[in-house]
């Protein structure tokens, strides 16, 4: 996480990531993520909805408590939460 952190000036929203094909790579569990749905290989980021806090991607295939920080390096997505979690994807 660190040399994500580190080497991005900016970050994104994960509304930035519609149409965005990824392979789920790891992610730091918690109570507010939930990812029991995401496949194994490769998938393409068709949905974003927001209810209140909660941001949800693909009609439940990821479900999060509240909005992440975006970051992309380097072919490397990161998703870093309030909570301490963390959900990272490679883009394909």
């Known amino acids: ?16 990531l519609l149409g965005r094909q990824v ?10 993520l939930s990812v029991e749905r995401v496949p194994q290989g490769a998938f393409q980021i ?6 209140g806090d909660r ?7 990821i479900v999060m408590e509240n909005a992440p920080t975006v970051m992309e ?7 870093l939460f309030a909570t ?3 959900l990272y994807f490679v883009t394909e």
């Open 1 to 16: 996480m660190a040399t994500v952190e580190a080497h991005q000036k900016c970050s994104a929203s994960v509304e930035q």
């Open 23 to 32: 392979r789920y790579q790891k992610h730091k569990p918690g109570r507010h």
């Open 46 to 51: 068709e949905s974003v909805h927001r209810f």
């Open 55 to 61: 941001v949800v991607l693909n009609d439940g295939l």
């Open 73 to 79: 390096r380097g072919g490397r997505i990161a998703l």
């Open 84 to 86: 301490g979690e963390e």
